[in-house]
């Protein structure tokens, strides 16, 4: 591809150089405005710099990778509300049989929820859980951390939908979800397994430690705390705990249409012991004033009417009880009925998301599949879907817009076309030399640049040289881009969005606060990237 005029090069450059260091090192002294907002001062000046033109910037935003994104955070946020990541927690410490079963666990867990529900989903719900856990049988929490961050990218690369750049790889490429779970699912088994086995082989003397004498009622503290964990990030919430208290938190923000009883048990907690004697009282006297009609019909003075019919405290102190008998067992009757709802809608709700990746294995369009999942579980909530809206990371959606023009403008300098017009004869994906280059190009330019532009720079060259050869070629070179550059992610700690999740919300974690070093990161992650990246080359298909 030809070189852009000397302006529209320089200043194309500029503009990507200013987008890059920005969306790598967020805090930058001297412009500390974050990723979102860096994306968009490198679009903009693409089109003030005139590198693009406003409709060209307008068009390089890619519409149904965007919709696939929202869709699947969408649907993310209410299997978040259904409890769903609360189980997959759960599933780490049922049964568990020590330290490497416990590794063993984390690895396979995170890696297949990573695939279904996305890598930053997956280590967003489950860091503070294995820290509570770590605490709980006394274990250093470095192994277990990289364990959830490394299997987490891993597992993500085997779906178009576990991580942003598989979607735009399989959105480009034109690969629907079944040849992409096909093509890389092998690799992702193996790479899980060989990932946990590298851990255990680095880690072995700590995780064989026994576990120190502790204070009983210490252990018995953790463990409860692990039983009742609350996922709680920044951008999600669960229901998990039935007492009365929460269970009116919880049915307030369900909105289930409640019944009259629901109504009145909420207001019966407000009321008295005196409350309940006038009201019994005023009972006692409608039944004193009808048994005297009667009684002065058969001739009885109103005297001994009085005396024989007026109420007494021991008559309050017997009725009393057996009408709280009667309101408790009301509010029982609606708790179930609510909560049978509650499960209901649960079920529901995984139902849907099932029926989303059953669409999108026969075919159909992802885009759309996922939204029209999105839109389905908003109307069966029944409610307004604002708060679960909310929770969506639109920054991350105008970080996509502001990145697609950016790139488009950094493409249409030609300077990634002429870099790739000198690797593409030692690149060619027909033989294993190829292979082999391709990929350690990959691997350095996402720790660069990061994994979804290198993606969108190299996307298109790769692919039509590949397509050069053949079309089964094409599409193992989009398969190859998609695991290389998501592997990649694991050989720092900057090398994906997933490993500063782990580490943030580790740092942060109440408690049990625990801080995950570069260094240890790296220690680890630079033989387990190159080792899974080369297994996992050998098993594209």
């Keep these: 591809m030809a070189l852009a005029s000397i302006p529209k090069l320089v200043l194309g450059s500029v503009a990507f150089a200013i987008f890059w260091m920005l969306a790598v090192f967020p805090a930058v002294p001297f412009l500390p405005i974050g990723r979102t907002a860096g994306s968009l001062l490198g679009a903009m000046l693409m089109v003030i710099f005139q590198v693009i033109s406003p409709d060209q910037a307008y068009e390089a935003i890619d519409l149904p990778i965007l919709g696939l994104l929202f869709g699947t955070m969408v649907v993310s946020v209410y299997l978040e509300r259904?409890?769903?990541?609360?189980?997959?927690?759960?599933?780490l410490s049922w049964k568990s049989r020590g330290a490497k079963d416990l590794l063993f666990r984390i690895c396979v867990i995170s890696a297949v929820s990573s695939a279904l529900f996305t890598n930053?989903?997956?280590?967003?719900?489950?860091?503070?859980?294995?820290?509570?856990?770590?605490?709980?049988?006394?274990?250093?929490?470095?192994?277990?951390?990289?364990?959830?961050a490394t299997s987490a990218n891993i597992g993500s690369a085997a779906t178009p939908i576990g991580n942003p750049q598989n979607l735009v790889i399989a959105v480009q490429g034109k690969i629907s979800f079944g040849q992409f779970l096909i093509g890389v699912l092998p690799a992702m088994l193996v790479g899980v397994v060989v990932n946990a086995l590298i851990l255990m082989v680095m880690y072995w003397r700590v995780l064989s430690i026994q576990k120190d004498e502790e204070d009983p009622l210490a252990s018995h503290a953790a463990e409860e705390e692990v039983n009742s964990h609350h996922f709680s990030p920044a951008t999600m919430s669960h229901f998990s705990s039935l007492n009365s208290e929460q269970w009116n938190t919880h049915m307030e923000n369900f909105n289930l249409p409640s019944s009259p009883h629901v109504q009145t048990l909420r207001?019966?907690?407000?009321?008295?012991d005196g409350e309940i004697d006038r009201v019994l009282s005023n009972t006692l006297d409608s039944t004193r004033n009808s048994n005297a009609s009667k009684e002065e019909t058969n001739g009885m003075s109103y005297e001994t009417r009085e005396e024989t019919t007026s109420p007494s405290k021991t008559d309050v102190k017997v009725v009393k009880p057996v009408v709280e008998t009667v309101l408790n067992t009301l509010e029982v009757k609606d708790r179930l009925s609510v909560r049978w709802r509650y499960i209901l809608w649960k079920l529901c709700v995984y139902i849907i998301t099932l029926g989303m990746l059953v669409a999108m294995l026969l075919g159909l369009n992802m885009s759309w599949s996922a939204i029209s999942a999105a839109l389905a579980l908003v109307v069966l909530d029944f409610q307004d879907a604002r708060p679960s809206l909310e929770k969506v990371s639109y920054s991350l959606l105008i970080f996509f817009c502001g990145m697609f023009i950016t790139v488009d403008g950094f493409n249409k300098t030609g300077i990634p076309g002429a870099l790739w017009e000198v690797m593409e004869p030692y690149s060619r994906v027909d033989r294993a030399s190829g292979v082999a280059i391709l990929a350690l190009v990959i691997l350095i330019?996402?720790?660069?640049?990061?994994?979804?532009?290198?993606?969108?720079?190299?996307?298109?060259?790769?692919?039509?040289?590949?397509?050069?050869?053949?079309?089964?070629?094409?599409?193992?070179?989009?398969?190859?881009?998609?695991?290389?550059?998501?592997?990649a992610g694991n050989l720092s700690l900057l090398g994906s969005a997933a490993n500063l999740i782990v580490c943030e919300q580790a740092r942060r974690a109440p408690n049990i606060a625990y801080t995950l070093t570069f260094w240890n990161h790296l220690k680890f992650g630079l033989p387990s990237t190159l080792i899974i990246t080369a297994i996992g080359l050998t098993l594209i298909r």
């Excluded at 094409?474 to 290389?484: H, N, S, T």
Aim: glycine share 4%; proline share 6%; net charge positive.
């Design 267 to 272: 207001n019966r907690s407000v009321v008295g």
């Design 120 to 148: 930053d989903t997956a280590c967003v719900v489950l860091t503070e859980f294995i820290l509570k856990i770590a605490k709980q049988h006394n274990l250093p929490p470095h192994p277990l951390l990289l364990a959830l």
């Design 82 to 91: 259904a409890d769903m990541f609360k189980y997959i927690g759960k599933l």
């Design 445 to 487: 330019l996402s720790n660069v640049a990061s994994n979804v532009p290198t993606v969108l720079l190299l996307g298109g060259p790769v692919a039509a040289s590949a397509a050069a050869i053949s079309q089964e070629s094409e599409k193992k070179a989009w398969l190859i881009l998609a695991w290389a550059s998501t592997v």
